[in-house]
């Protein structure tokens, strides 16, 4: 019978040491994701951690280091419409506002999104669409990848949550607690590069808070969607440009395992080069894959297409 | 008759308020004593014998009340009506798609319904399989009907005028091949019935079909059971575009559960579940050879056409006939010769979406007419005049068009999108425009049998009328039309006027939602009810107030005597007597509408529509070359749908079809891999929302046909089927890439850009 029990711990501490002692618990916010995988029986919550009952989780709010601290549990819809966030960091809350739907980003957290569960085509399906691709790794535990066929092990299922693109280019840091102690981690050490080992995180810790640091200068925010306006994305792309000699950032995200930065184009866009050449070398660093929607040529050309148009408009905006 | 006081105004739905509230109860609200969840076993193979089934074990599990095969039922192959016979309700020896049903449980609750499907035993033998229409028909390839060699359901030749001779003498020839892909409805509300079989043998379903009456009479057959046992009471719908006119598994697999266990049993669909096993449109490949005059004169159009069903025909047998030869008549084209193909293949069958094979077909042919225009260097619009049917035309099918707005819809469209300064002169800005134009039937008729709407309006005591039809109510917004006739002919105020969702033991028999007719018939019914009514109403007022009845009138709710200006009394007043008086009467009158025509026969001449429905479109586009992404800047629509009795419902009807339209164009496709459905959710399917909505402009033509009521047509499906094309047309006229195969996504659009010759041209 599948059936799960949920909990709503009072506390943290009180969540992290439930998860510790239970090695089969998930932690809950919005439950957008995990109620899904739940019904698809990829994953088996015993218990279920509600978070939403912890005060203090969910505030947005300057921190004393003139950065911004937002709660783990900040609704997506909550960060997007602060005043905070739209003045110092709108492309976060351009990104939090491209995902999904109204209905989801009120109940879906900033938390949930940064840890969200690697995605796949063949893994986030029912038992019964599965059955004609019953040996996926990450699903399954089998042998196969459905994705990269000709690969011996490894999971490619990709990092997806929109708001850690523009969380990696402003240099975010994440607050991580556990029952035996808290640590400070940089957002993109956050992410292992694997799709089924994904997270850096370690058993009872959670992640209660975004630390963001001063606002840096305005950038660009692409979520590119070949479908409808509900889907996830086929890539996003963050861009900052350099600020007096230094500093940009050329970030693609939902295309691996982890966020990705070009980090020696960033050095050519740091140093003055011109956009053809940054573009070049930034499509050299960044590893497509073909999904079923998607081909790596099409990625690669519009990817490029689209770095280069906000490259572009980058410069205009130093202009101004 | 005076100017109208309520039809072609502006007023609200009836049921709004309480779809608005929550209030509302749909098939998954109800709940009934007793009780038990139902769920179907599906097939997971594609095609395969069934060597054991075995289903006992799942009775083991704790909830579970019963679980049935094709064993428990009578042994009845069906089709959709009396169209062609080739399905059962579960398979019995073999199974032909992902998704065939193969049994059934009952059970106490859901996850109990779940546990018992996993413990039905079943053992396969795969059989080979096929997938694609052409290489159905192939000698070799699988057979999935022993009666059906090569794997063709159902063939239609048509051969119209002479087709040999228009090739001859054509100045220009063009030969094109066509592909539409499959999409689903995406409903908001999934398949879903309660059925209850009582102690006395009598059946009761509960379900949102758009045709109950026709569902007593499949259901009676499928279960050998009297149609006076079967009762259908049609709930709150949430939408439907056609799909929920069949006969689903779901309804006779509860119905014996039903019988089984003693209690009621509900039964829904996941969504998963509408993309395995429910009737999307189908996939149509169109090979297309049409012959012209140097002025651009259509002189015949060749056809051969594969019309992708999937394992089962069901509705598709019905829907060929239609779409085989309908948009021959859009445009005066004096030789058919068309060979159309209904495939079997190893994918799940298909059925109806608002449109009926019109948006596929309206690609095929709308976009090969630009492609002719544009070899003939005339303007699409020009070569669209100088060839559109005219009221008064009769087509080659015999067809004879009595109204007609087409014209004045394409100078419309021309008028108001500024196409002449916008086609063919912005390429450097990679914008384009584009046209297309589709003629709709409107009440067709497929049978020699009773092919119309009946409908009773009964005037109560307190003078408000309630109006009996078996026409469905799913969205489209038969409750508003049917209270606003009844309410102008019995001069009632609208709210005075209510009307009750089909009910077979309640409503009378009604054709269902065919060809747009539901206000065409449906309504010229309730119109001839509402008379007789009023006719009895005011013969009852005329003996209460001693005069004459032909001095009488309604106006409001209240009786006026010629030549005074205070009323004498109030409809309810005048009901009251009449049924109350010594020998009482009720006030209920009767109306039928049998319409005049003939059945639908593609390889002869027939009149079997009571009149078509004509629209033109336009959408102006964006294109980027780099990205394939375009961007849709506005739609312009004018659509002939006669006189318009609902203004607020029809303008609902033609944003809906644009935003569908623009998903099959554009964002949609159900995607097979080796016959493996890849998408089965709204997400990833690309079903069109809200945000997907560009600007839109939306013109009526002046057309009143003469049969209709009040002079009204339908309009629920001529704004859908122009828009691929249209949209097809503009990214040519932006880009000069040509694209024949939907949907044009980006990733479609940088194909045919980097085939076709690459950016910058």
Known sequence: MNRSFFVSPASVGEASRMSQENPQAFFMAGGTDLLVLRKNKLIHPQPILYLRGIPDLAEIRRDANGGVRIGACATLHAVAKHPLIQKGYPLLAQAALAVASPQIRNKATIGGNICLNSRCWFYNRSPFWRVEYSECRKATGGTRCYVLPQSHKGCFALQSGDTVGPLVAIGAKLHLVSSRGERILDIEDFYLGDGIRYLALRSGEMVTAVLLPEPKGRGTFIKFRSQNNLDFATFNLTLFPPQEGGGSRIVVSSVASKPLRALKAEALFDQGAPGKEVVDQAMKEIPLVSFVRGSVEFKKQVLAARMTEAIAAAGNLLKE | ?761
């Open chain 2, 1 to 761: 008759m005076d100017s109208p006081r309520i039809i072609t105004k502006r007023v609200n739905r009836p049921d709004s308020f309480a779809k608005v509230t929550g209030r509302a109860k749909f098939t998954m609200d109800l709940s009934f004593p007793g009780m038990l969840t139902g769920k179907i076993l599906r097939s997971p193979r594609h095609h395969a014998r069934i060597l054991h089934l075995d289903p006992t074990p799942a009775l083991k599990v704790p909830g579970v009340k019963a679980v049935i095969t094709a064993r428990d039922l009578p042994p009845v192959v069906y089709g959709f009506g009396d169209r062609r016979a080739d399905m059962t309700v579960f398979a019995i020896d073999r199974v032909r798609y992902k998704g065939d049903e193969v049994a059934a449980v009952a059970a106490a609750d859901e996850d109990a319904a779940h546990e018992a499907l996993e413990r039905i035993r079943v053992e396969y033998e795969d059989l080979p399989a096929v997938f694609d229409p052409e290489a159905a028909v192939q000698e070799g390839a699988p057979q999935l009907h022993d009666d059906s060699p090569g794997n063709i359901g159902v063939r239609i030749r048509i051969n119209k005028g002479d087709m040999d001779r228009a090739l001859a003498e054509a100045y220009l020839v063009r030969e094109d091949r066509f592909d539409t892909q499959r999409v689903h409805q995406s409903y908001a509300e999934p398949y879903a019935c309660v059925a209850d079989w009582d102690a006395e043998g009598k059946i009761t379903l509960y379900t949102g079909t758009m045709n109950a009456s026709g569902l007593q009479i499949m259901l009676s057959r499928v279960l050998k059971v009297p149609v006076g046992r079967i009762r259908v009471i049609q709930s709150h719908t949430g939408g439907s575009f056609g799909s929920k006119v069949v006969l689903n598994s779901i309804y006779p697999a509860s119905a014996v559960l039903s019988r089984i266990t003693g209690r009621p049993v509900k039964m829904v669909y996941t969504r998963e579940e509408e993309y395995f096993a429910s009737r999307p449109r189908y996939a149509g490949r169109y090979y297309v050879k049409t012959a012209v005059k140097r002025d651009g004169t259509i002189l015949g159009r060749e056809l051969t056409f594969f019309y992708d069903a999937g394992a089962y025909c069901d509705m598709a047998a019905a829907m060929i006939i239609v779409c085989s030869h309908r948009n021959d008549s859009v445009y005066r084209i004096p030789s058919i010769r068309t060979d159309a193909k209904l495939v079997y293949t190893n994918k799940s069958p298909v059925g109806a979406y608002r449109g009926y094979g019109n948006p596929q077909n309206t690609f095929a042919f709308d976009s090969q007419l630009d492609m002719i225009a544009g070899e003939l260097g005339l303007d699409p619009a020009e070569i669209r005049l100088r060839n559109a049917t005219r009221s008064g035309d009769t087509t080659v099918h015999g067809w004879k068009i009595t109204s007609c707005g087409l014209t004045e819809a394409i100078e419309q469209t021309v008028k108001a999108s500024g196409w002449k300064a916008k086609r063919g002169k912005r390429r450097d800005l990679r914008r384009g425009i584009g046209m297309a134009c589709t003629i709709h039937e409107v009440d067709d008729r497929h049978s020699d049998a009773f092919a119309g709407s009946n409908a009773h309006v009964e005037i109560l005591p307190d003078g408000e009328a309630v109006i009996y039809s078996g026409e469905g109510e799913y969205g489209q917004g038969r409750d508003t039309v049917f209270c606003q006739i009844a309410a102008e002919v019995l001069g009632l105020p609208l709210e005075s006027v209510r009307i009750l969702l089909p009910d077979t033991d309640i409503t009378p028999y009604a054709l269902g939602p065919w060809g747009s007719r539901v206000t065409y018939s449906g309504g010229l019914a309730v119109a001839r009810a509402a008379e007789e009514a009023r006719k009895i109403l005011l013969q009852e007022a005329a003996n209460m107030l001693e005069a004459n009845p032909a001095d009488l009138h309604l106006r409001e709710g209240k009786i006026f005597i010629r030549g005074i200006a205070q009323p004498r009394a109030t409809v309810a007043e005048a009901a009251h007597f009449a049924l109350f008086r010594k020998e009482g009467k009720r006030i209920r009158g009767s109306g039928q509408d049998e319409p005049a025509t003939t059945k639908m026969d593609p390889t002869k001449q027939s009149s079997p529509c009571s009149t078509y429905s004509f629209a033109c479109q336009a959408v102006e586009v964006e294109v980027n070359e780099q990205t394939g992404e375009v961007k849709i800047l506005k739609v312009w629509t004018a659509n002939d749908g006669g006189n318009i009795l609902n203004p607020i419902g029809a303008e609902g009807q033609i944003e809906g079809q644009v935003l569908q339209g623009i998903g099959f164009a554009k964002t949609e496709e159900m995607i097979y891999r080796h016959g493996h459905l890849l998408n089965p959710d709204f997400m990833t399917s690309g079903t069109a929302g809200p945000f997907d909505a560009p600007p839109l402009d939306i013109y009526f033509t002046k057309t009143h046909d003469p049969s209709g009521p009040f002079g009204a047509k339908g309009v629920a499906e001529v704004a859908a089927p122009p828009t691929a094309a249209a949209l097809a047309n503009a990214i040519y006229d932006a880009v000069g890439v040509r694209i024949k195969k939907l949907p044009l996504s980006p990733e479609n659009v940088l194909q045919a850009v980097r085939e076709q010759g690459g950016p910058g041209r």
